[in-house]
């Protein structure tokens, strides 16, 4: 479909015009851009679209920028193996591509990216064996000049030889073979003896003779062509005759007939090749000829003569695989600009094509004015008529720098050249000076292009822009000749003049700017100025607004308002990439069409976006020149430069719309190549873990016409924000967190065709400690342990705090069992010891027995009040209290003592230590005991108070007192000091003789 | 003083006999028996009970409190007084949940130890400010577990409160203005009420209730 459509562009250009030739420039291929082998005997294109070449040493793989050579891996050195690649390279149906010659039959694995040895051939050697065709059963045919035809199928791995029905003579065999169609081999092994076609289908070798000297058999589509009485006879394989072409008459007749190759292509060309004459075309529309040979005087010509292979691709370009001069590569897509000259060397007579000005009669041949005088040039048949300047000729072109050429209302053909101006006369090829002032005579001598333009006023006058300013010229009287009038002279060069609207003029000067001029009367009157120091070079009225004018200058294309004096300046910054214009034409899309030192522009008004087209484009090359663009009546544009000049329709202009295809031909991971797999190749999934995160991708755009031009749009879904346009065939991506990618590539061609896209899924496993469940884990991980340590703890503590307890209890149970055992026995032993004092006391009453039974009491009371405190570590002042109470009751109660006991109420939240009970006990006994006794008292008081955290103890008697403690001391005041102290406390005696003592001690808590 | 009959289940030869003794000495007593064992104090005085018991705690075989334990439920008006070496608290509060009401040491002199059985004899329950605070604890924690459990009065426990304190009976009964007959009787109520909740805790144990 999209064939059709770029070949109905172009049968629309064909319209009015002859067949465009094409412009022949060969890309070269070799080994210094990577080739391994510059004897290229096989091309094949895949089915993804790279392009693949056979050469003597190798398989080599091709995707617009690179080059990757295949040799299988030597395994075992006696099995040898030779890397010549002889007959065609096949795809099978697992894209796997297959060739053969006489040391084995090697396949290329997709999967695997390599060339290995299925098979190794022996007892071959010496003589030729290649692969012909694969068929659609997957059996590989290959003919072998020794043996026959073999067919090897890829599925069973099996061999079936079909062997020649005679026996081979080796004398006779002639050096190259040709064969195969679809369904059938073709060969002629002699000379001399027809040939023969072998059958894959009957698996029959048939042997026809009507011609017997056959020189030579080659594929034509699905037919094979014989060169049979000085044409080629194209038949098919049930040697039916299709058609006929006839041989290049500029080929010696005996050479002739040897042709290589032969391929039609989609434009009416058949390609051929013939050995040492290089490379035709047949052209079946004009029935000639087109040769191509290399000669180091053009530009990008063929780089041998001797052609061995011949292929198309998809994208129209034609890949010739030469010997000894790598592959070969021309574009047969319809040229977007004529070119003239097609090379260089064509026109003996032009020793440059440096072109000035254009100018298209209705005839359609384009006035050229060069350096080398005038040229009339006939686009049909590229010829050219020369007028140069002979001094002795006054009907010479007037000067050999021919700078403005214009035909008038009137029909008039002014030439203006470097030594005069003339009217030239197409039927006489006369040339009619004018007659000038004497002063414009001068002034034109000192330059050599004096008029840049000649235009025609709306009244009918002549205007030439020239290097010192205006100059005009009217009719006389008569309407017949010519002659000058002075202008004005002294406004420095023009470039070019253009009447925007009836009497208003707009210049441009190179050094003054943008001059408005008002015509009246004959008369032109300076009106205004702009952008005085800026280079202009040309004008072009915009054809929508006649207001607007576009400038062509030095430093960009200046859109300009007439009536507001605005403008608008496009340069490098909106993509003009070279600034410099020169010529500036409008197309009938109202697209502008600029020249300049860079190439050729479009400019879209509406959008404001360049298309710029460089010398790759066919152009004559990057620099063109002031002056040189014209817009003719049949509606062709052209641009003249310093090496020839282009012509163009530009609604014409072919685009192709053939796609490119995007490819990702190689995926490094952690630099390392990552080896296809099924799942890759087939399903475009890659699954890696979370340290394979550096990836690098090789991307490739399969569209062979400027591979430069190719670019690249890319994005890593979920890790680019956007879409990244480059022309970078290596994309990388490091430290890619874990996740989920996607991979997406389009590509661009020349034609910014863009592809479909191309993805890959990328999936990067997060290790295992990055994983939610992972995560989960390690949350309940720490939660249990968090548990565990906190329940060991607290239970550690509490073991600790049990142990302790444990500990204490048992001391204390200690403590309680050796006092109650002590008491037991020992109470046992005193009460005894009582009781028989008593019994004896009645017996015989004695004091002696009375103190014995006493004391025996008093020991068992002490060990008592020893036993209660040591029950509990630590005891409530309230059981104190409740205890002193009970055992002053003891010692006061058969006394005669008035006694009082105030103790503060509520103390039980006050624990006393198990000391502090012991020693305030004791003490408050000892002193109500010595009370009792030594003091004769009639009152005793004993109180306690608290007050900031302090136990304020009272004992007082009103007793005889004493006024010298050393009495005391050895009544137990010493014991009771020492007790105070034992517990921090504080002991005050006041005593008065006669009037009681009383006893204030003070206990912290 | 006179008491019909008493009986004293003391091992140690010596203190009974000194015990024996003593009491006949001061008081006016019909009968006066002593066991050495609590098995055979418990088979006799079974079969003939006697007004007063003294008990020691320490026999050989069973000990004193289960006698009483005992003799209390077959006899519930017998008086058990416990006789003890020193006065270990636990050792009366079992006693006086058992059934005991009244506790001596041993050392005590005997005029002491007359006065005690007198005092016995009239209704009174001597009682330790120790032993008060026990009664209280017990008397609290039951609270809330048994519905038979037999709760203090006010006054009975205002008494036990002050008892605990460490004030006598003369004393307690100035200071909330009643006969110190009314602070021994409520004394005794408090020890029967002791006595039927640790009865009741007891049958509760072996499941009859």
Known sequence: ?1005 | MEIPSIAIIEDDDKIRHYLTEQIHLAINVAELRTFKTAETALKELTATPCTIALFDIQLPGMNGIECIKRLKMVHPKMQMMVLTVHDNNDHIFDALKAGAVSYLLKTTPSEKIIEAIQEVNNGGSPISSQIARKVIEAFSIKQKTNDSFQELSKREQEILELLSKGFRYKEIAAKIFISIETVRTHIRNIYEKLQVNSRIEALKKTGFL
């Open chain 1, 1 to 1005: 479909m999209k064939l059709i459509i770029t070949l109905s562009f172009f049968a629309f250009a064909f319209y009015g015009n002859a067949q465009q030739p094409i412009i022949p420039r060969f890309d070269i291929l070799g080994v210094n851009e990577g080739l391994s082998q510059s004897s290229v005997y096989a091309i094949y294109q895949d089915k993804i679209g790279y392009m693949w070449f056979g050469t003597a040493d190798g398989l080599n793989r091709y995707d617009g920028k690179e080059v990757k050579v295949y040799k299988p891996v030597i395994k075992n050195p006696q099995n040898g193996f030779s890397n010549f690649i002889r007959g065609n390279i096949c795809e099978d149906n697992k894209r796997n591509l297959w060739y053969i010659n006489e040391t084995g039959i090697f396949c290329y694995n997709r999967l695997k990216d390599s060339v290995e040895v299925i098979q190794y051939l022996k007892d071959n050697s010496f003589l030729e064996e290649k692969l012909v065709f694969i068929d659609s059963l997957q059996t590989l045919w290959s003919f072998n000049i020794n043996k026959g035809v073999s067919a090897y199928n890829i599925i069973s791995g099996q061999t079936h030889l079909y062997p020649f029905p005679f026996k081979v003579n080796y004398n006779l065999i002639r050096g190259d073979i040709a064969y195969r169609t679809m369904n059938a081999i073709v060969f002629a092994l002699y000379f001399n003896d027809g040939y023969y076609i072998f059958d894959t289908d009957t698996k029959q070798y048939k042997h026809f003779t009507e011609d017997k000297s056959i020189p030579n058999i080659f594929s034509f589509k699905d037919e094979f062509a014989l060169v049979i009485n000085d044409s080629m006879v194209v038949k098919t394989t049930k040697n039916v005759t299709v058609k006929k072409i006839p041989l290049p008459a500029s080929v010696a007749k005996d050479e002739r007939k040897f042709i290589y190759n032969i391929l039609p292509d989609n434009y009416g060309r058949i390609w051929i090749s013939i050995p040492s004459n290089g490379l035709f075309y047949y052209s079946e529309k004009e029935k000639k000829y087109y040769q191509y040979k290399h000669d180091n005087s053009k530009l990008q010509s063929l780089s041998i003569d001797l052609v061995r292979t011949l292929f198309i691709d998809r994208n129209d370009n034609l890949w010739i695989g030469t010997d000894g001069g790598g592959v070969c590569k021309l574009d047969l897509k319809p040229a977007k600009f004529n070119l003239f000259p097609l090379n260089e060397g064509d026109y003996h007579f032009l020793n440059n094509y440096f072109t000035k000005c254009f100018y298209e009669d209705d005839k359609g041949k384009v006035y050229v004015g060069t350096l080398n005088g005038l040229n009339v040039f006939n686009p049909q048949d590229y010829s050219v008529k020369n007028y140069t300047y002979n001094a002795s000729d006054k009907y010479s072109v007037p000067g050999n720098y021919v700078s403005a050429i214009f035909k008038d209302s009137k029909n008039r053909i002014w030439v203006a050249g470097s030594l005069g101006v003339a009217l030239f006369s197409e039927a006489t090829g006369k040339f009619n000076r004018i007659k000038l002032p004497e002063k414009l005579e001068k002034l034109l001598l000192t330059t050599n292009y004096f008029i840049y333009r000649l235009i025609e006023t709306t009244d009918g006058s002549i205007v030439a822009a020239t290097m010192y300013g205006i100059v005009f010229f009217n009719a006389d009287k008569q309407q017949n000749i010519m002659y000058a009038d002075t202008g004005y002279l002294n406004m420095g060069p023009i470039t070019d003049i253009k009447e925007i609207s009836p009497n208003e003029f707009w210049f441009t000067s190179p050094t003054n700017g943008l001059y408005h001029f008002q015509k009246k009367q004959n008369k032109y009157i300076y009106k205004e100025q702009f952008f005085p120091n800026i280079d202009l070079r040309c004008i072009a009225p915009d054809e929508e607004d006649k207001q607007v004018i576009w400038i062509g200058s030095g430093v960009g294309l200046i859109r300009f308002d007439t009536r507001t004096k605005q403008y608008i300046l496009y340069d490098n910054k909106d993509g003009l990439n070279n600034s410099y214009i020169y010529g500036v034409l409008e197309d009938k899309q109202h697209n502008l069409w600029l020249s300049t030192n860079g190439g050729i522009f479009m400019f879209n008004k509406q959008t404001h976006q360049f298309i710029h087209y460089d010398a790759d484009y066919g152009l004559q090359s990057n620099e063109f020149n002031t002056g040189a663009y014209y817009k003719s009546n049949s509606g062709n544009f052209y641009f003249g430069g310093i090496k020839g000049f282009n012509w163009f329709k530009p609604e014409h202009i072919a685009r192709t719309t053939l796609q490119p295809v995007a490819a990702i031909s190689e995926i490094s991971i952690n630099e390392v190549v990552h080896n296809n797999d099924t799942l890759l190749f087939h399903q475009k999934k890659l699954t890696l873990s979370y340290d394979e995160n550096d990836l690098v991708f090789k991307v490739a755009s399969l569209d062979f016409t400027k591979p430069d031009a190719n670019r690249f749009q890319y994005q890593l879904q979920d890790w680019d924000d956007n879409f990244i346009i480059t022309d970078n065939n290596v994309i990388r991506y490091s430290k890619l967190p874990p996740g989920n990618y996607v991979f997406v590539l389009k590509t661009s061609n020349s034609d910014d065709v863009w592809s479909n896209e191309e993805k890959i899924y990328i999936t990067i496993t997060p290790p295992f400690w990055q994983t939610w469940w992972f995560y989960m884990l390690m949350i309940i991980v720490i939660i249990v342990v968090a548990i565990v340590s906190i329940r060991t703890f607290v239970k550690k503590k509490l073991k600790e705090q049990q142990r302790e307890l444990e500990k204490q209890k048992a001391l204390v149970e200690e403590r309680q069992r050796i006092s109650r055992e002590m008491h037991d026995d020992i109470g046992s032993g005193l009460t005894q010891i009582a009781l028989m004092s008593d019994a004896a006391i009645r017996k015989n009453k004695s004091t002696e027995l009375n103190d014995i039974a006493q004391t025996s009491r008093k020991l068992i009371s002490s060990m008592s009040e020893i036993v209660w405190s040591l029950q509990t570590e630590n005891k409530p002042l309230e059981q104190l209290f409740a205890y002193i109470r009970e055992q002053l009751f003891k010692l006061l109660e058969y006394t005669d003592i008035d006694y009082q006991i105030q103790f503060p109420d509520n103390t039980n939240h006050i624990i006393l230590k198990n000391k502090q009970s012991r020693n305030i006990l004791l003490i408050t006994k000892e002193l109500v005991n010595n009370a009792v006794k030594h003091s004769k008292a009639k009152h005793i008081s004993i109180s306690c108070n608290i007050k900031n955290q302090q136990l304020y103890f009272e004992v007082k008697d009103d007793g005889i007192g004493f006024t010298e403690f050393a009495s005391f001391e050895g009544n137990g005041l010493k014991n009771i000091k020492s007790r105070i102290d034992d517990i921090k406390g504080i002991l005050t005696i006041n005593s008065t003789k006669g009037y009681g003592t009383t006893f204030n001690y003070t206990i912290p808590l």
